[in-house]
């Protein structure tokens, strides 16, 4: 069965950190840029990050800049993001996506296009 599983969510104080894992099983994520998306009660699927294939491009959205850190560990077909600083406004449900492409310098953080999905995990930042 080809498909994403996001792990690592969990309850962590304001400043704390969480490490997310994306793995995938039944496809090899080299193939693809992979992105992570947040989702937040009453608010609309965002794109936080994303990595190229060759790990040479990353992104992050503003909110996120210098806190989260993207990777990719191709022997355990696994992308990370560490999140550090943790504040309250990162409570959501975080979801990898991949997208194949074909150059592995891309990175793209749109929803549509997108291949897989996982079925997110919930970070709750609060006291």
């Known amino acids: 069965q080809l498909q994403l599983v996001e792990s690592g969510g969990g309850l962590v104080q304001p400043g704390g950190s969480l490490r997310l894992s994306c793995a995938a099983s039944?496809?090899?994520?080299?193939?693809?840029?992979i992105g992570w998306f947040r989702q937040a009660s009453g608010k609309e699927r965002e794109g936080i990050s994303c990595?190229?294939?060759?790990?040479?491009?990353?992104y992050y959205v503003d909110s996120v800049k210098g806190r989260f850190t993207i990777s990719r560990d191709k022997a355990k077909n696994t992308v990370y993001l560490q999140m550090d600083s943790l504040k309250p406004e990162d409570t959501a449900v975080y979801y990898c996506?991949?997208?194949?492409?074909?150059?592995?310098?891309?990175?793209?953080?749109?929803?549509?296009?997108?291949?897989?999905w996982g079925k997110g995990t919930l970070v709750t930042v609060s006291s």
């Open positions: 996506a991949a997208r194949r492409t074909v150059s592995v310098k891309t990175c793209i953080i749109t929803t549509d296009g997108v291949d897989y």
């Open positions: 039944g496809f090899a994520l080299d193939a693809y840029t």
């Open positions: 990595i190229s294939r060759n790990s040479g491009t990353t």
